[in-house]
């Protein structure tokens, strides 16, 4: 097919989830999973569109459809603009697919919810879905700004699905509070660039953008990153993130890290290096430090949670950080790591928060301090949990191994030793982390059994063995992954130049650059091993003694106050902003 | 500290109209046919924004639907309703009764202690139909169902010219194509008649299945409506209806058939949201205290009487048949929380919100 | 530019982030939430002005001008106005999420205040 007829496909691909959202409660009338099986043919619809687009893009290509054929006229473009270039269309694959698994793994597990519950619930996956996708093929602001939006709304509620959980109202109060002034702040920056610089497209406002910017610009810009990473994550927007993510469902909780903090990075990725890529900002070094201090922040508080959902969403906000780091060095393989830990951190997040919620869902049990024997008592969970944590260690031969690879040689490249210090730090406290999260829950004997029977169903397996296999695979295969999708994207990143020319053409190339990943690097291998034996004496001496001061007065700052929360995102804000505008 | 951010708004540009703008007026205008320009762009040349955001509300109205459901019968073992109930114990631990909570769980239990059409009843009240036979000035709350008869000879009158108008805006109005304040003021009329006439005369027409069953074609109708552009013309949105004259009703092609569907969407929508909220039954988290209170200060091991349907006198809905319920009325506010409903609620029983 | 409108959205702004920042009444954070959106919508109305311009509707122009003059004259800017009624909806929705997520917590904690309602911590 040609690249128009190709192009026009993708508006196709977020509007199945949407017509699956349309049917969902309708069909949850005649049986509860019909409901989700419509979803899963819905998100099964939209995959295949996209992997049919796959191949022209990843190629080098920039696939490019103006809705309604409103093409540009002498350069200014007032049509909506969809643009699958490969970093967008590597996101939207990976949202699509982890989505269908998600579908599979609920209609396993919360297949007995009742009818009601079960349409409304496939409904919001789908329009989360649907969002996320329609996010990261779009190329205008304004629609960037809807199906962000689209997507909070369906987050929010799935947050306070289950009412009779306390925490689930609460935190679903947080993330409105917090989610709604982050939308305030991408809408009011894309009013502002529209005022300055007359343009909505992507290609014409990075063209536009050229010539020195105005305070306004500048304004626009930290709005952007304050608003995008309030979605993400980044500290110290980060308030709602762990208390969301310990409410909501099993699979909502997967689907909230390993997804939708993307979107968060897709936004910042787009606007930092795409748009804004030819004006002198000091974005970069901004995104460094949040993403420095994210990483750090995030490890050292998931050292001391006690309940397992808590923990993974504060690694969540650590790797957020990491991969933001990874973003920042602006250096191809930086960009590459960076975005391949994204597709990692998409896998091994969303097993654990599987593994997590079927926890949580079989034994009825939260807290760490109340789990333990697991591995006996339910052998493939364990295994499932064990590939999740070593992927997030770093250990060869695991996904992980390879992003972080990338993402340190990407730092050592461009010279920056001190965040490469202090994410080696943030590696360590995150390994002890996790590797206390699994000897509590798995490894420790308990005392008494469980009240239920732990088993696996079928739709789980197929699930869990997926996502582990793919963890493994993406580790072990580093340098396909490489070639066809993360250079590519990294590509489209950093030649954003010839990213804005192709949307303002409705089509075009970009050269790609090549990077190169070493696996037996011995550097790498000590690095990893170092900080596995590191990070496993970390986590003996949490589990004997207390926990130290500073760690509890993080803990204290974390006081789950609205708030407090809303005036550390604020203050985030304006520090943000006035580093642009000084 | 925060007026940093204030001043730092006030730098602005005053210059010309940018090219997209003057694209939009002189450009796609004459295009589509229509004579409004932000209309045209609304639904028209940038209509995947307000598609993405029919969607919006669509996700907005599903949430509220999830956030106000009541209690359904699950199969299977819910490890987290084990987690709930152990969480519920550690945050609600039946000591220390303050004041406030004193009254609302009083209010509650008054309201949701009135059943609606028996004769006698908890404190031999019978609610009136209208509060006409009531002598003016008697004492407030308002037990009737509906409104006197000024108020309902008014809506009577009211009613129909606004829903003539709603549509008038959707129809003509300056230039076609009005769906979302079209579908605003159909909720206006639904909620009037709700007001004047109390739940019973409204709950035929107002029920959740039937409501949701009309959103979900309107939603499909629009997604139906762009996604035939792509069919006939090749590319998302574009139009492929017959393109009539100018000031017309069915002038501006597919704009048009988009802010119907919208109208329908939202005004269906927007409904189900807001007699949910009104609707809403308390079946999910049973009032410990209550079974306290009636068994004298008992211990803490209310574990055990916690199940949904041996509550206590508050909620008993998932124990009655279908039409009446006997739900609570959305939480009256015991603090400062002056919100509107309150005056609304007192006066009405809370409408059904019933299984379809 | 209209220098009151601008300083006007910001104060309201303002006022709404603080009432969000101080209060602990839900209800209160709420319409503090709704007062920030309200004066984005100020902000955004007042930009799409321009000086001594008319509204863009193109039917029964102003004396001495046709429509397609019009067009090409002085009218205020149509684009920010459908992004404007865009994000007054969205507003709509989430005040509509807010406010029937307020009246579970109210429901089920016989609270409306956010200290009370603080289990997730630390």
């Given at each position: 097919m040609t690249d128009a007829a190709l192009g026009s496909l993708l508006p196709l691909a977020v509007a199945a989830p949407l017509a699956g959202a349309a049917v969902s409660p309708l069909a949850a009338r005649l049986s509860p999973r019909l409901a989700l099986v419509t979803s899963l043919v819905a998100l099964l619809t939209s995959l295949g569109l996209l992997i049919a687009d796959a191949p022209a893009v990843f190629g080098g290509r920039v696939l490019v459809h103006y809705l309604g054929g409103w093409v540009p006229v002498r350069g200014s473009a007032l049509g909506i603009a969809f643009a699958a270039d490969p970093f967008g269309l590597a996101f939207a694959l990976l949202s699509a697919g982890i989505g269908a698994l998600l579908v599979l793994y609920t209609l396993s597990e919360l297949g007995g919810l009742g009818a009601r519950e079960l349409g409304g619930f496939a409904a919001l996956v789908q329009l989360l879905l649907a969002g996320l996708i329609g996010a990261a093929l779009t190329a205008d602001t304004v629609d960037l700004f809807v199906w962000f939006e689209v997507a909070a709304l369906a987050s929010y509620g799935l947050t306070g699905f289950f009412l009779e959980r306390p925490p689930a109202l609460e935190a679903a109060f947080k993330i409105l509070v917090l989610t709604t002034i982050a939308g305030f702040c991408v809408f009011t920056a894309a009013g502002l660039l529209y005022n300055t610089q007359g343009a909505l497209n992507y290609g014409q406002l990075a063209t536009a953008l050229a010539k020195p910017l105005r305070t306004a610009d500048l304004l626009a810009l930290g709005?952007?990153?304050?608003?995008?990473?309030?979605?993400?994550?980044?500290?110290?927007?980060?308030?709602?993130?762990?208390?969301?993510?310990?409410?909501?469902?099993?699979?909502?909780?997967?689907?909230?890290?390993?997804?939708?903090?993307?979107?968060?990075?897709?936004?910042?990725?787009?606007v930092s290096l795409q748009i804004y890529f030819a004006a002198h900002t000091p974005v970069l070094g901004v995104l460094m430090v949040l993403g420095v201090v994210s990483a750090l922040l995030g490890a050292c508080m998931a050292l001391v949670q006690d309940d397992l959902k808590r923990l993974l969403a504060y690694d969540t906000v650590s790797q957020v950080g990491v991969m933001i780091v990874g973003l920042a060095t602006a250096n191809p393989a930086g960009v590459a790591g960076g975005v391949y830990h994204l597709i990692n951190h998409a896998l091994f997040k969303t097993l654990l928060f599987l593994c997590a919620g079927a926890i949580v869902h079989r034994t009825g049990r939260t807290k760490l301090s109340e789990m333990g024997g697991l591995a006996r008592s339910w052998p493939g969970l364990a295994v499932a949990f064990g590939v999740g944590v070593a992927s997030i260690a770093g250990v060869p031969p695991f996904n992980g191994y390879v992003s972080l690879g990338l993402?340190?040689?990407?730092?050592?490249?461009?010279?920056?030793?001190?965040?490469?210090?202090?994410?080696?730090?943030?590696?360590?406290?995150?390994?002890?982390?996790?590797?206390?999260?699994?000897?509590?829950?798995?490894?420790?004997?308990?005392?008494?059994?469980?009240?239920?029977?732990?088993?696996?169903?079928?739709?789980?397996?197929?699930?869990?063995?997926?996502?582990?296999?793919?963890?493994?695979?993406?580790?072990?295969?580093?340098?396909?992954?490489?070639?066809?999708?993360?250079?590519?994207?990294?590509?489209?990143?950093?030649?954003?130049?010839?990213?804005?020319a192709a949307v303002l053409n409705q089509g075009g190339t970009i050269t790609q650059l090549h990077t190169v990943f070493a696996y037996a690097d011995p550097q790498e291998l000590a690095i990893a091993l170092l900080s596995v034996v590191l990070g496993a004496l970390l986590a003996w001496h949490m589990l004997r003694r207390k926990i130290p001061r500073v760690l509890e007065l993080l803990r204290a700052v974390h006081n789950g106050s609205v708030n407090d929360y809303t005036g550390y995102a604020v203050g985030g804000i304006i520090a943000v902003v006035a580093a642009f505008l000084v | 500290m925060v007026l940093t951010i204030g001043y730092l708004r006030l730098l602005r540009e005053h210059a010309g109209l940018p090219a997209v703008a003057r694209q939009a007026m002189e450009v796609a205008l004459p295009q589509w046919k229509l004579s409004e320009p932000v209309n045209e762009v609304v639904y028209g040349t940038r209509g995947f924004d307000t598609f993405g955001e029919t969607f919006l509300l669509l996700a907005a109205v599903i949430s509220v639907i999830l956030i106000t459901r009541p209690r359904e019968p699950r199969r299977g073992y819910f490890g987290e309703e084990a987690a709930g109930r152990r969480e519920r114990e550690e945050v609600d631990p039946h000591s220390g009764h303050d004041r406030d909570q004193e009254q609302a769980r009083e209010a509650e239990k008054e309201e949701a202690g009135e059943p609606d059409d028996a004769v006698g009843g908890v404190r031999s009240h019978r609610r009136p139909e209208t509060p006409d036979a009531e002598p003016v000035g008697s004492p407030a709350p308002e037990r009737a169902h509906a409104m006197s008869v000024v108020v309902r000879t008014a809506v009577r009158v009211a009613a129909p010219v606004l829903a003539i108008a709603g549509f008038y805006l959707v129809a003509w109005g300056y230039s076609p194509g009005g769906g979302f304040p079209g579908g605003a003021v159909m909720l206006g009329v639904a909620l009037l008649v709700y007001a004047g006439f109390g739940r019973q005369r409204i709950a035929p027409v107002i029920r959740p299945g039937l409501l949701e069953a009309i959103e979900m074609s309107g939603a499909g109708l629009i997604i139906a409506a762009e996604a035939l552009g792509l069919l006939l013309k090749g590319s998302f949105s574009a139009n492929w209806l017959h393109l009539a004259q100018t000031?017309?009703?069915?002038?501006?092609?597919?704009?048009?058939?988009?802010?119907?569907?919208?109208?329908?969407?939202?005004?269906?929508?927007?409904?189900?949201?807001?007699?949910?909220?009104?609707?809403?039954?308390?079946?999910?988290?049973?009032?410990?205290?209550?079974?306290?209170?009636?068994?004298?200060?008992?211990?803490?091991?209310?574990?055990?009487?916690?199940?949904s349907g041996s509550s206590s006198s508050s909620s008993s809905s998932s124990g009655s048949s279908s039409g009446t319920s006997s739900g609570s009325s959305s939480g009256s506010g015991p603090d400062s929380g002056s919100s509107s409903s309150s005056s609304s609620g007192s006066s009405s029983h809370s409408a059904s919100g019933s299984t379809a | 530019m209209i220098a009151v409108n601008y300083l006007g959205a910001a104060v309201l702004f303002c006022l709404g982030l603080y009432t969000v920042l101080t209060r602990r009444n839900l209800i209160k954070m709420v319409m503090g939430l709704s007062l920030m959106e309200s004066s984005t919508y100020l902000l955004f109305i007042s930009m799409a002005y321009r000086a001594r311009s008319t509204a863009p509707v193109l039917v029964n122009p102003p004396k001495g001008q046709s429509g397609t003059q019009l067009a090409a004259g002085n009218v205020a800017d149509p684009v920010l106005q459908n992004f404007c009624l865009t994000a007054i909806v969205i507003g709509v929705a989430v005040t509509a999420v807010f406010l029937s997520v307020v009246v579970?917590?109210?429901?089920?904690?016989?609270t409306l205040d956010a200290d009370e309602v603080r289990e997730l911590r630390g």
């Amino acid at each position: 097919m040609t690249d128009a007829a190709l192009g026009s496909l993708l508006p196709l691909a977020v509007a199945a989830p949407l017509a699956g959202a349309a049917v969902s409660p309708l069909a949850a009338r005649l049986s509860p999973r019909l409901a989700l099986v419509t979803s899963l043919v819905a998100l099964l619809t939209s995959l295949g569109l996209l992997i049919a687009d796959a191949p022209a893009v990843f190629g080098g290509r920039v696939l490019v459809h103006y809705l309604g054929g409103w093409v540009p006229v002498r350069g200014s473009a007032l049509g909506i603009a969809f643009a699958a270039d490969p970093f967008g269309l590597a996101f939207a694959l990976l949202s699509a697919g982890i989505g269908a698994l998600l579908v599979l793994y609920t209609l396993s597990e919360l297949g007995g919810l009742g009818a009601r519950e079960l349409g409304g619930f496939a409904a919001l996956v789908q329009l989360l879905l649907a969002g996320l996708i329609g996010a990261a093929l779009t190329a205008d602001t304004v629609d960037l700004f809807v199906w962000f939006e689209v997507a909070a709304l369906a987050s929010y509620g799935l947050t306070g699905f289950f009412l009779e959980r306390p925490p689930a109202l609460e935190a679903a109060f947080k993330i409105l509070v917090l989610t709604t002034i982050a939308g305030f702040c991408v809408f009011t920056a894309a009013g502002l660039l529209y005022n300055t610089q007359g343009a909505l497209n992507y290609g014409q406002l990075a063209t536009a953008l050229a010539k020195p910017l105005r305070t306004a610009d500048l304004l626009a810009l930290g709005l952007f990153i304050a608003g995008f990473g309030t979605k993400a994550g980044l500290v110290p927007f980060h308030g709602w993130l762990a208390d969301a993510h310990t409410a909501a469902p099993g699979p909502v909780s997967a689907l909230f890290s390993g997804l939708m903090v993307n979107l968060g990075i897709v936004g910042i990725a787009r606007v930092s290096l795409q748009i804004y890529f030819a004006a002198h900002t000091p974005v970069l070094g901004v995104l460094m430090v949040l993403g420095v201090v994210s990483a750090l922040l995030g490890a050292c508080m998931a050292l001391v949670q006690d309940d397992l959902k808590r923990l993974l969403a504060y690694d969540t906000v650590s790797q957020v950080g990491v991969m933001i780091v990874g973003l920042a060095t602006a250096n191809p393989a930086g960009v590459a790591g960076g975005v391949y830990h994204l597709i990692n951190h998409a896998l091994f997040k969303t097993l654990l928060f599987l593994c997590a919620g079927a926890i949580v869902h079989r034994t009825g049990r939260t807290k760490l301090s109340e789990m333990g024997g697991l591995a006996r008592s339910w052998p493939g969970l364990a295994v499932a949990f064990g590939v999740g944590v070593a992927s997030i260690a770093g250990v060869p031969p695991f996904n992980g191994y390879v992003s972080l690879g990338l993402i340190h040689s990407g730092l050592r490249d461009s010279g920056q030793y001190v965040p490469y210090t202090l994410l080696l730090l943030a590696q360590v406290i995150t390994i002890a982390a996790l590797g206390r999260a699994a000897w509590l829950a798995f490894l420790k004997p308990r005392s008494e059994s469980y009240e239920q029977r732990q088993y696996l169903r079928l739709g789980m397996q197929f699930s869990l063995g997926t996502l582990a296999a793919c963890c493994l695979l993406f580790g072990v295969v580093p340098g396909y992954v490489l070639d066809k999708v993360a250079d590519p994207a990294a590509s489209a990143l950093l030649g954003a130049g010839q990213y804005a020319a192709a949307v303002l053409n409705q089509g075009g190339t970009i050269t790609q650059l090549h990077t190169v990943f070493a696996y037996a690097d011995p550097q790498e291998l000590a690095i990893a091993l170092l900080s596995v034996v590191l990070g496993a004496l970390l986590a003996w001496h949490m589990l004997r003694r207390k926990i130290p001061r500073v760690l509890e007065l993080l803990r204290a700052v974390h006081n789950g106050s609205v708030n407090d929360y809303t005036g550390y995102a604020v203050g985030g804000i304006i520090a943000v902003v006035a580093a642009f505008l000084v | 500290m925060v007026l940093t951010i204030g001043y730092l708004r006030l730098l602005r540009e005053h210059a010309g109209l940018p090219a997209v703008a003057r694209q939009a007026m002189e450009v796609a205008l004459p295009q589509w046919k229509l004579s409004e320009p932000v209309n045209e762009v609304v639904y028209g040349t940038r209509g995947f924004d307000t598609f993405g955001e029919t969607f919006l509300l669509l996700a907005a109205v599903i949430s509220v639907i999830l956030i106000t459901r009541p209690r359904e019968p699950r199969r299977g073992y819910f490890g987290e309703e084990a987690a709930g109930r152990r969480e519920r114990e550690e945050v609600d631990p039946h000591s220390g009764h303050d004041r406030d909570q004193e009254q609302a769980r009083e209010a509650e239990k008054e309201e949701a202690g009135e059943p609606d059409d028996a004769v006698g009843g908890v404190r031999s009240h019978r609610r009136p139909e209208t509060p006409d036979a009531e002598p003016v000035g008697s004492p407030a709350p308002e037990r009737a169902h509906a409104m006197s008869v000024v108020v309902r000879t008014a809506v009577r009158v009211a009613a129909p010219v606004l829903a003539i108008a709603g549509f008038y805006l959707v129809a003509w109005g300056y230039s076609p194509g009005g769906g979302f304040p079209g579908g605003a003021v159909m909720l206006g009329v639904a909620l009037l008649v709700y007001a004047g006439f109390g739940r019973q005369r409204i709950a035929p027409v107002i029920r959740p299945g039937l409501l949701e069953a009309i959103e979900m074609s309107g939603a499909g109708l629009i997604i139906a409506a762009e996604a035939l552009g792509l069919l006939l013309k090749g590319s998302f949105s574009a139009n492929w209806l017959h393109l009539a004259q100018t000031g017309t009703i069915l002038s501006g092609g597919v704009a048009q058939l988009f802010s119907f569907g919208e109208l329908i969407e939202v005004g269906t929508g927007l409904t189900i949201a807001v007699f949910a909220v009104l609707g809403m039954s308390h079946d999910w988290t049973p009032d410990d205290g209550e079974d306290q209170d009636d068994r004298g200060g008992g211990g803490s091991g209310s574990g055990s009487g916690s199940e949904s349907g041996s509550s206590s006198s508050s909620s008993s809905s998932s124990g009655s048949s279908s039409g009446t319920s006997s739900g609570s009325s959305s939480g009256s506010g015991p603090d400062s929380g002056s919100s509107s409903s309150s005056s609304s609620g007192s006066s009405s029983h809370s409408a059904s919100g019933s299984t379809a | 530019m209209i220098a009151v409108n601008y300083l006007g959205a910001a104060v309201l702004f303002c006022l709404g982030l603080y009432t969000v920042l101080t209060r602990r009444n839900l209800i209160k954070m709420v319409m503090g939430l709704s007062l920030m959106e309200s004066s984005t919508y100020l902000l955004f109305i007042s930009m799409a002005y321009r000086a001594r311009s008319t509204a863009p509707v193109l039917v029964n122009p102003p004396k001495g001008q046709s429509g397609t003059q019009l067009a090409a004259g002085n009218v205020a800017d149509p684009v920010l106005q459908n992004f404007c009624l865009t994000a007054i909806v969205i507003g709509v929705a989430v005040t509509a999420v807010f406010l029937s997520v307020v009246v579970r917590i109210a429901q089920h904690r016989r609270t409306l205040d956010a200290d009370e309602v603080r289990e997730l911590r630390g």
